[in-house]
């Protein structure tokens, strides 16, 4: 069936550097991918998401990058601060309402 | 005040003893999905619903059950719980529209099966 794979399932950096997490998902027909940030003891929120006729989008420090050819999509966070760490997850979808796969999350930890 | 609401928030229950968590959002969202989510796993889709009377099965929908028969409310029902349904649940919103994808979660429940 469908999968979305994410890596690194862990991810420690610096306040200010940059992070990088990278998802890859095997149903073609995908054309929706958001990305989520839950803090501890909280719901998921959206931060980003992009649609297959796009490939990249940016707001303030988080950019996504999608490579429909390699069925890859990458979040970006620049300048990071220790606010910024929670627990990130991918997704793709093939259309609005339906089936929703989601990766398995990438624990973001970034020291002050 | 725009929100998906879900009840109860904590359970604890035994084995076989059927129970539902209900789902409740205000925001006339066509779109409502239960998820649940479990350590290293992630969020595991349920059961999702396009619009009222419409359900489809999600990833994990073996032991759940649910109905839609108004727009606002998406219940998750258990008619047989089993210990491997220990988790997180998630009930989650989404409105319809071409612009309109973002999914609005609940709270969660914690759920306990002994």
């Known amino acids: 069936g469908e999968n979305v794979e994410q890596h690194p399932s862990t991810l420690s950096v610096q306040e200010g550097d940059s992070a990088v997490i990278k998802c890859t998902y095997s149903?073609?027909?995908?054309?929706?991918f958001p990305w989520y940030k839950q803090e501890l003891g909280k719901r998921p929120q959206l931060i980003i998401d992009?649609?297959?006729?796009?490939g990249e989008k940016k707001d303030q420090r988080i950019a996504v990058t999608l490579n429909k050819t390699a069925k890859h999509f990458s979040l970006h966070i620049t300048e990071t601060q220790p606010e910024d760490s929670a627990v990130y997850f991918c997704?793709?979808?093939?259309?609005?309402?339906?089936?929703?796969?989601f990766g398995q999350g990438t624990e973001l930890s970034v020291k002050p | 005040e725009a929100q998906v609401t879900q009840n109860p928030r904590y359970l604890i229950t035994v084995t076989g003893k059927k129970l539902t968590v209900t789902c409740s959002q205000n925001m006339n969202h066509e779109y409502m999905s239960w998820y649940r989510q479990d350590p290293g796993l992630g969020l595991r889709q349920i059961y999702y619903s396009m619009n009222v009377e419409v359900t489809d099965k999600g990833d994990v929908p073996e032991g759940y059950k649910v109905s839609r028969k108004e727009k606002r409310n998406f219940p998750l029902i258990l008619e047989s719980p089993s210990p491997n349904q220990t988790s997180l649940y998630f009930c989650?919103?989404?409105?319809?529209?071409?612009?309109?994808?973002?999914?609005?979660f609940g709270p969660g429940t914690r759920l306990t099966v002994t």
């Open positions: 989650a919103s989404s409105p319809k529209g071409l612009d309109y994808y973002e999914q609005y």
């Open positions: 997704a793709a979808s093939r259309n609005q309402g339906g089936k929703l796969i």
């Open positions: 992009i649609r297959s006729n796009v």
């Open positions: 149903d073609s027909a995908s054309n929706y």
